[in-house]
Structure formats: structure tokens, C-alpha cells
């Protein structure tokens, strides 16, 4: 049955969706919750920005407490994951580093890594639309986040909407072997903390 939780161990499945800000990812993670047959948990990592204290912070300890932030966010996805929930992962892999601390905190085998890309001008048309992120973010993040070029699968948001981003995930969930992308990029050297 497409979408189950059918890893061994009773894990979950963990799909990943990786994009710049404003590529349409969260409407992606509702339309997969409205369509999956199995029960998913949208783990957006905004929401756990949005449980953090509000007050200034010089800018290194900012770095610092963004830092663990992201860190306790990846490890909440993997709890959840390893207590057999399936979870939708709203993310952006903007620095290696967080790659790297996905890929020795998740199972390989449990995660589709989803592409979600969107051209630059739609990117910044969405960003001004929104009004609630920094002009710019998307675009100073666009080269980065797909950095490491690899991909179970991957949609164009400028060109499909949600609903058909969603169905297209939904369907190679029972096709996907063996071998993802978190496995590649294991064996490519990501997980490595010298990388």
C-alpha cells in the first residue's frame, strides 16, 4: 500500500522535502497529509524556530542557539521515525552541515529525499506575496540547498502544483528500491564530519 509504514523494526517512513524558502513546501506536506492512505506527522522546522523565545541575541550566540536548534529538530524527526510514525520533513539544507547531521541521525533506507525547486522569479514573486521573510532569503539560498545534487525525486512548483507534487511522491514510494539517496550520499562521503 503506497505510503506505508512498512520499514523493518516498525520505523516510519520519512519523507524529506528539501527547498528554499517560498518553494512551496509546507502546501506539498498538506497535500501529502490529505492523500497518503497511512497516518504522517508534518514536522516543519519553522514551527520549532516558532517555540523558541522571542528576544535579541548578539549574533554569535544567535548562530549558536539557531545551531542546536536545527540539531534538536533532526533528532525530533528521527524519534518520531524510530517509534514507527511516518513524518513529512519540511527542511532546507542550505549549509552542508545540516546534511551531514541528517544523514548520522536518520536511517537511509526510511527517507525519500524530495527536490523541491522553484525558478528565481517565482521565488521572489512568492517572498514579496508573503511578506514575512527577508527579501532576498530565497535567492541567497538557492544555489546551496540542492548543492549536493541528489535526489529520490524531485518537482518543479513553478510548473505543478501541490496536489500534483503530492501525487508524485505519493506514487514512488512503492517503487523505491534498495537504494536512496541518503544511501548515495553516505557512500559519497556526506555523512563524514570532515566534509
Not at 549574533?59 to 533528532?75: A, F, N, Q, S, V
Not at 511516518?86 to 552541515?97: A, F, G, Y
Amino acid at each position: 500500500m503506497a505510503g506505508r509504514s512498512r520499514m523493518s523494526g516498525g520505523r516510519g517512513q520519512i519523507i524529506f522535502l528539501n527547498g528554499t524558502s517560498s518553494s512551496g513546501k509546507s502546501s506539498i506536506a498538506a497535500e501529502l497529509l490529505r492523500i497518503m492512505d497511512e497516518p504522517y506527522f508534518h514536522m516543519p522546522v519553522d514551527a520549532f524556530h516558532a517555540m523558541r523565545t522571542r528576544q535579541e541575541y548578539e549574533p554569535g550566540r544567535l548562530t549558536e542557539i539557531l545551531r542546536r536548534t536545527w540539531m534538536g529538530y533532526h533528532r525530533a524527526v528521527a524519534g518520531m521515525a524510530a517509534a514507527g510514525n511516518n513524518v513529512v520533513v519540511d527542511h532546507v539544507l542550505s549549509e552542508p552541515w545540516r546534511l551531514r547531521d541528517c544523514l548520522g541521525q536518520f536511517v537511509p533506507e526510511d527517507v525519500l529525499l524530495v527536490g523541491v525547486h522553484c525558478p528565481p522569479a517565482e521565488l521572489e514573486r512568492r517572498e514579496r506575496a508573503r511578506g514575512d521573510r527577508p527579501a532576498g532569503l530565497a535567492a541567497r539560498q538557492y544555489e546551496r540547498v540542492h548543492a549536493h545534487g541528489v535526489y529520490d525525486v524531485e518537482c518543479d512548483t513553478g510548473t505543478a502544483g501541490p496536489e500534483e507534487c503530492a501525487r508524485r511522491i505519493k506514487e514512488s514510494l512503492p517503487r523505491r528500491g534498495g537504494d536512496t539517496a541518503f544511501q548515495r550520499l553516505r557512500s559519497a562521503g556526506w555523512g563524514s564530519p570532515a566534509r
